[in-house]
């Protein structure tokens, strides 16, 4: 069957004279351009498994339903277009020889919008901007493009994202494969069995805000990811704490802090505090690996994170104390210049080294020889070592506590 995209414009103009099921067309091949912009059409219009020789043009139409499963076409252009409904091209096969295969930009939908099932597009798809009062899904969709193949940036969802189960997007190197920047989604967002493939950005999540919960395992993205700015409820799910560690460390490309804040207040609010300190120790460890430090900043930075963990393991200044201690009580062993039993030797050692216990060793004497100005210069350095290591225990342990109260 051959029906011109003027027919159907015409039938729909001309609502009064249709089935209250609206126009509905299954296997047609559409001759010329079917040109619906601005058109304001009272019935549903279904097009199934029909063949557009030339690209479709739907611009700020209006649609109670509109249903084109299995759709072959060279693109679809369906800007600020508003449907009551739901929006069904499950199946439907987009082979643009331009950039974009298939734009929703700035439209509006009551229901769902429907790329699934085989969907399949040679060029962008953008949702730039767009308001889906339902489920966006996208399982079994196959997306390939030069820069990014699925562009979402500011999209709002009233319910959940399936980007999963056989979903498979591979863009270039300009964009994220899959760029979702500053989208909003009220329900969860799943990419639970999807690839997500690029030179460079696979996955662009900035400044998304994630009602519920977030699915990502990571073994589907084969590229970087963008995370700063990214919002979600509960615990990530279908990654380990491990897994989420390298990514923020090894995959993204750049440092930022908001990320592992994200991660550590999710951890946290389940009260799993052991994985919330390794989290915190790993955010510190990438800020001084890819952070803005100075020379100065970046050595002290090195310094606290052996010595206390950053604050959050001070247990290590206690271990650094008593080295310093065992390193006094060798010096003033193996001398032979602090004149005593070893058993009072080993109290003169720790009395010079350690700034919170006294030990009674008042009959050793320290002999006036090079052995003995040696040990007095080590006790001194060792002294000053140990006061900052029980200095640095304090303040650490104090900072966890205030931080956990």
Not at 389 to 399: E, I, N, Q
């Amino acid at each position: 069957m051959e029906i011109t995209g003027d027919e159907i414009r015409r039938q729909l103009l001309d609502a009064d004279a249709l089935d209250p099921s609206g126009l509905r067309l299954t296997g047609a091949t559409i001759a010329g351009q079917l040109d619906l912009s601005d058109v304001v059409a009272k019935r549903p219009l279904v097009l199934r498994d029909c063949v557009a020789l030339q690209p479709v043009v739907l611009d700020r139409a209006q649609f109670t339903l509109l249903d084109l499963s299995g759709l072959v076409a060279p693109s679809v252009s369906a800007e600020r277009v508003n449907i009551e409904h739901d929006l069904r091209m499950s199946g439907a096969v987009l082979t643009s020889a331009d950039e974009v295969a298939l734009t929703l930009r700035g439209s509006k939908f009551g229901g769902s919008v429907y790329l699934d099932e085989g969907f399949s597009a040679v060029g962008a798809v953008v949702l730039n901007s767009a308001k889906i009062g339902g489920v966006l899904f996208c399982q079994g969709a196959r997306l390939r493009h030069s820069g990014s193949a699925l562009q979402g940036v500011d999209l709002h969802v009233g319910d959940a994202i399936f980007l999963s189960h056989g979903f498979d997007a591979e863009g270039g190197e300009r964009h994220g494969a899959v760029r979702l920047r500053g989208a909003r989604i009220d329900g969860q967002l799943i990419l639970r069995a999807g690839r997500f493939s690029s030179p460079e950005v696979a996955l662009d999540l900035r400044h998304v805000k994630i009602g519920k919960d977030l699915l990502m395992p990571l073994s589907g993205i084969d590229g970087a990811v963008q995370l700063e700015g990214l919002v979600y409820e509960g615990l990530p799910r279908d990654a380990t704490v491990d897994e989420w560690l390298s990514l923020l460390s090894t995959r993204t490309p750049y440092y930022s802090t908001q990320p592992w804040v994200q991660l550590a207040a999710a951890h946290s609010a389940a009260g799993h505090e052991r994985d919330v300190r390794r989290i915190r120790v790993a955010a510190q460890r990438d800020l001084r690996r890819r952070g803005q430090l100075s020379r100065w900043g970046r050595a002290w930075h090195l310094i606290r994170g052996v010595t206390v963990g950053h604050g959050y393991r001070p247990g290590l200044a206690l271990v650094w104390l008593a080295g310093v201690l065992a390193v006094s009580i060798g010096v003033v062993l193996v001398s032979g210049a602090v004149r005593c039993s070893a058993v009072e030797q080993v109290g003169y050692a720790l009395n010079v080294a350690t700034p919170l216990v006294k030990v009674d060793a008042a009959r050793c004497t320290v002999a006036p020889s090079a052995g003995g100005q040696f040990v007095l210069a080590s006790t001194w350095v060792l002294q000053i070592l140990a006061w900052a290591f029980a200095t640095l225990f304090v303040a650490g342990f104090t900072g966890l506590v205030r931080r956990n109260a």
